[in-house]
């Protein structure tokens, strides 16, 4: 395989199809949304690709500009919408400026996105950011870089973030001398792995993990996997929850979605939506749960499964529901606004349901005289009887407070 891996734009694999109907579902509602902020939207894929495949499939770039494009055509909003878009690509700049040629005003930047996103935020103060970061490994995630986005300099800032998190874990072996060996033989068949990053046992590889996650905390995980206390998955899902509670240290709501290529599987690798908005954690938990019937037929003949059976396709049954809102709305004792509490059940329990199901057990729970709610209006304009709305946006607000 070359350098650049030309082969990954060959065919559009299963895979990339998943990241990319993730990137695609959640867009539309959150341009819409964004939209309303009367801010001006930066969009940026930082390792864009040639923004189609060769099999004539989309690829990320145009997925996102004709989602940008239909949201500016559909917005009801009056007076200039901005919205900038800018493609980032290591080696397929070139291809990105033929394939992107209907879309007049994108940036296309030629080089590498560690070197080249600072110049591109630069200015872009008091702008709604967003960020898909879909690189072939790991190696260009400095999670520092994260954390400098999330300073406070833009009105919003959401990144999406493609985390392979069993490379992570294939390279801390390799820097502690070891080999990472999955009991299946199999395990990275159908995960065809694009990712050159080669790390030793020097100092410097150390450092280089260290940076990408943000901490030293993968070491114990490493050695707890090396010493057999732990397998691969665990270690995998050990580090995966680690580096998400780390990147909380800047986002408050971050999303970790496990991506399985067939049912039954354990995960691949990781989606990961981090945000310091509750109300884009909760669109892209609600995203995720309305769109799993069309993410579960993509390819594979259907076979192509992300959750578990229990976790996202609305199997999830209405006791263990309730259980979970109960035990997680009990720590809200003062006022607190519904989205955020909402938000704060996704990254604790992941996207296991829509919020409309939250709702109604929490209706269900207000009725019990166990949850207190206030609205915004309380009273209906038209028929002047108290509102009964368990949802947020649209003018109305709501704040919630266990009682018992
Ligand atoms: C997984 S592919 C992206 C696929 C794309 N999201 C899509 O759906 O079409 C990763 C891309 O990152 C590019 N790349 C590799 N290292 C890079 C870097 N440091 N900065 C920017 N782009 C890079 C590669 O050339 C490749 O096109």
Known sequence: MSKKNDDFFVEKKPWSEVKDQLLG?????????????RKPLVYVD????????????????????????QGLISS??????QIAAAFIDLNYADDLRVNLK?????????????DKIG???????????????????????????FDEFANGQFNTIELLLNMNSFGFIREGCRVMGQQFKMDD???????????????????????????IAGGDYWKSIIEQYLSGKINGYEAEENFSEQYCLRLSQSYTYVLNMPIRIHQNQHPKYR?????????????????????????????????LSLFQDDFNNQSIDESTLRERVIDHFTQYGTWTPLTE??????????????????????????????LAVKRNPAFSEKTQRPTNFMAEGHGHTVSVKWVK
Not at 187 to 200: I, Q
């Open 25 to 37: 579902c959640y867009l539309k509602p959150y341009v819409s949304k964004i939209l309303h902020t």
């Open 46 to 69: 930082c390792f864009a690709g040639k923004g189609k495949f060769d099999d004539g499939k989309q690829g990320s770039p145009l997925i996102a500009l004709d989602i940008i494009q």
């Open 76 to 81: 009801k909003m009056t007076g200039h919408l």
């Open 102 to 114: 209907d879309y007049p005003g994108v940036k296309i930047v030629s080089g590498a996105y560690e």
């Open 119 to 145: 110049e591109l935020l630069k200015n872009k103060g008091g702008c709604n950011v967003f960020l898909y970061i879909d690189p072939y490994g790991i190696k260009a995630l400095n999670c520092s870089k």
């Open 185 to 211: 033989d199999n395990f990275f068949d159908d995960l065809v792995e694009y990712d050159t990053t080669k790390l030793d046992t020097s100092d410097n590889s150390v450092e280089a993990l260290n940076q």
């Open 271 to 303: 989606m990961i939506h981090a945000t310091n908005h509750p109300s884009g954690c909760v669109l892209m938990a609600n995203n995720i749960c309305n769109r799993w019937e069309l993410l579960k037929d993509i390819q594979s003949g259907g076979q």
């Open 341 to 370: 509490a909402e938000a704060m059940f996704y990254v604790k329990y992941g996207a296991i349901c829509k919020s409309g199901d939250i709702a109604n057990v929490l209706k269900a729970l207000e009725k019990e005289g166990r």
